[in-house]
T-cell receptor, first 115, second 114 residues
Framework: GAVVSQHPSWVICKSGTSVKIECRSL??????MFWYRQFPKQSLMLMAT?????????EQGVEKDKFLINHASLTLSTLTVTSAHPEDSSFYIC???????????FGPGTRLLVL | AQTVTQSQPEMSVQEAETVTLSCTYD???????LFWYKQPPSRQMILVIR??????QNATENRFSVNFQKAAKSFSLKISDSQLGDAAMYFC???????????FGTGTQLKVEL
């Protein structure tokens, strides 16, 4: 199956700093990618839809100025957590649909810990 | 809005036995997709099986099969000949036509016992 990578897999940062997470589709092009957040022992909550060449679409309750999304190319989307605070600590997962297979593939996730 | 409900927070099964995980959903759409994803301790989401709503035939993938009841909006997953490697969190998910924007259920933690 198709592969989606995320970088970094683990990040620890100080409160007030910004953190950038990259999501790449390695063997297919994705005009759309999705960003999810998952708290321990909970389900995945969709945060936003990343659109290549246009602005991201955010789900209700997600602060767009807090979670900046840039879809720089057909294989790369980035999520930047700005001025991170301890409550932003979570597991962030991206996904990309492979149009040839009509299936979404998920990255391995990024664990963020804000101290 | 679409909702996905998994009423079993935890399930246990003996190795080599069969287990069924339940999922119900609510939608007013006629064209949609349903999925089961597996999340092992590594937390990598892995697609187990998918079902197109327009197909009446239940999807199967080796030891995994679904019971899709469209009128009842039910989508259960049956795992046959359970193996230790099947132990994971299982999420049922819904996507409207186009299969992109997923809505997940709350998950069922499956334990496989010797």
């Amino acid at each position: 199956g198709a592969v989606v990578s995320q970088h970094p897999s683990w990040v620890i940062c100080k409160s007030g700093t910004s953190v950038k997470i990259e999501c790449r589709s390695l063997d297919f092009q994705a005009t759309t990618m999705f960003w999810y957040r998952q708290f321990p022992k909970q389900s995945l909550m969709l945060m936003a839809t990343s659109n290549e060449g246009s602005k991201a679409t955010y789900e209700q309750g997600v602060e767009k100025d807090k979670f900046l999304i840039n879809h720089a190319s057909l294989t790369l989307s980035t999520l930047t957590v700005t001025s991170a605070h301890p409550e932003d600590s979570s597991f962030y997962i991206c996904s990309a649909p492979n149009p040839a297979e009509e299936t979404q593939y998920f990255g391995p996730g990024t664990r963020l810990l804000v101290l | 809005a679409q909702t996905v409900t998994q009423s079993q927070p935890e399930m246990s099964v003996q190795e080599a036995e069969t287990v069924t995980l339940s999922c119900t959903y609510d939608t007013s759409e006629s064209d949609y997709y349903l999925f089961w994803y597996k999340q092992p301790p590594s937390r990598q989401m892995i697609l187990v099986i998918r079902q197109e709503a327009y197909k009446q035939q239940n999807a199967t993938e080796n030891r995994f099969s679904v019971n899709f009841q469209k009128a009842a909006k039910s989508f259960s997953l049956k795992i046959s000949d359970s193996q230790l490697g099947d132990a994971a969190m299982y999420f049922c998910a819904y996507a409207p036509g186009g299969g992109n924007k997923l809505t997940f259920g709350t998950g069922t933690q499956l334990k496989v016992e010797l």
